[in-house]
């Protein structure tokens, strides 16, 4: 399949990254509308609060008895390391 290489190669440059500095992900922010999820972003960014890389926005894909819902979590380092 074209570009499989490249998409692997890729993933595995982020995993190499992500594991050189020990941490957790903290739950910073929870919503299940895209607009309050964006804004918060935007805001978060113009008062430079926090480094884009160390954001994380995952997407719960909802059901009818679950709607769909974004969590916005930050990189927190190991104080240890």
Known sequence: MPGQQKRTRSRERGRRGAAAVPGHWEPLFSTQVHA??????????????????????????GRLTHPTSYRLSVFVPDESA
């Not at 309050?36 to 894909?61: G, H, N």
């Open 36 to 61: 309050e999820l964006k804004e918060y972003v935007r805001r978060l960014y113009a008062a430079r609060t926090v480094e884009p890389e160390s954001l994380r926005i995952d997407q719960f894909c």
